[in-house]
């Protein structure tokens, strides 16, 4: 019997963050299992036999096999009042943004929930077109918290290189809601039958800017791509993917 190892790819992580270069680079998920997973007992009594517990549960288990932790890099607080978000991070140098209710309103209500965009310090790329999904660690919180909400999606870090997360807050209430430095606060998944593999990089500002500039203000996404892609065929080295 032949056993064909799986090939591999290297996704490349760049950050001009030190801080986020020596304090929390994104790690395989197996980095990552949720405290009450070390408490919990591989299996209990249950009248008269023994049952398994979530620990033995291989779908939870290949979750965090196969799958990659982006941690939060510095503290985050967040205070709501009177429908408005103020927010402050601790190493006084990330940033996020806002999107205007008018792009998102028919998906979810502007009067109980507000936008708010965390840049990510970290930009990634990929040689090959791998989709991955990109969500809240859902074992790692409680999965019924209202309060903040990580928008999931699926990237793909070929042609475009940034890793922001979007979030919706409650805003109809009054709360101070905090993000803590090493919390898991991503986890990316490679749709994938490669073997990926993680490397951390620093690089400059000047390089980490040209890494994802935007050419314009709608589909840039798909434009890149699409100008990418012809570049590609007319390079004489280019013989296609071969993978």
Same mark, same amino acid.
Request: with cysteine; hydrophobic share 35%.
């Given at each position: 019997?032949?056993?064909?190892?799986?090939?591999?790819?290297?996704?490349?992580?760049?950050?001009?963050?030190?801080? &986020?270069?020596?304090?929390?680079?994104?790690?395989?998920?197996?980095?990552?299992?949720?405290?009450?997973?070390?408490?919990?007992?591989?299996?209990?009594?249950?009248?008269?036999?023994?049952?398994?517990?979530?620990?033995?549960?291989?779908?939870?288990?290949?979750?965090?096999?196969?799958?990659?932790?982006?941690?939060?890099?510095?503290?985050?607080?967040?205070? *709501?009042?009177?429908?408005?978000?103020?927010? *402050?991070?601790?190493?006084?140098?990330?940033? &996020?943004?806002?999107?205007?209710?008018?792009?998102?309103?028919?998906?979810?209500?502007?009067?109980?929930?507000?936008?708010? !965009?965390?840049?990510?310090?970290?930009?990634?790329?990929?040689?090959?077109?791998?989709?991955?999904?990109?969500?809240?660690?859902?074992?790692?919180?409680?999965?019924? =918290?209202? =309060?903040?909400?990580?928008?999931?999606?699926?990237?793909?870090?070929?042609?475009?290189?940034?890793?922001?997360?979007?979030?919706?807050?409650?805003?109809?209430?009054?709360?101070?809601?905090?993000?803590?430095?090493?919390?898991?606060?991503?986890?990316?998944?490679?749709?994938? =039958?490669?073997?990926?593999?993680?490397?951390?990089?620093?690089?400059?500002?000047?390089?980490?800017?040209?890494?994802?500039?935007?050419?314009?203000?709608?589909?840039?996404?798909?434009?890149?791509?699409?100008?990418?892609?012809?570049?590609?065929?007319?390079?004489?080295?280019?013989?296609?993917? !071969?993978?």
């Amino acid at each position: 019997m032949f056993f064909l190892k799986r090939k591999e790819i290297i996704l490349d992580c760049f950050t001009n963050n030190k801080s &986020a270069y020596d304090f929390s680079q994104i790690k395989p998920s197996l980095n990552y299992y949720p405290n009450w997973f070390y408490t919990m007992k591989n299996k209990i009594d249950f009248e008269t036999h023994e049952m398994a517990t979530l620990k033995k549960c291989e779908a939870f288990l290949n979750y965090y096999r196969n799958g990659f932790i982006m941690p939060m890099w510095t503290d985050l607080g967040i205070y *709501i009042e009177n429908m408005k978000c103020k927010y *402050i991070f601790a190493d006084h140098i990330s940033t &996020a943004q806002n999107h205007n209710s008018e792009q998102w309103r028919e998906f979810i209500n502007p009067m109980e929930y507000g936008h708010l !965009k965390i840049m990510s310090p970290w930009h990634i790329k990929c040689k090959k077109e791998i989709n991955f999904m990109f969500k809240r660690p859902y074992w790692n919180y409680h999965p019924f =918290d209202a =309060d903040i909400n990580i928008v999931e999606g699926i990237l793909n870090f070929k042609y475009q290189h940034s890793s922001h997360i979007n979030l919706f807050l409650k805003i109809n209430q009054q709360k101070k809601l905090s993000i803590k430095f090493g919390d898991p606060l991503i986890y990316l998944l490679p749709l994938t =039958d490669y073997n990926v593999k993680i490397k951390s990089h620093l690089i400059s500002d000047k390089e980490f800017f040209e890494l994802n500039t935007d050419l314009t203000f709608i589909n840039n996404y798909r434009i890149k791509k699409k100008i990418l892609k012809e570049k590609e065929k007319k390079c004489p080295f280019n013989f296609g993917d !071969k993978s």
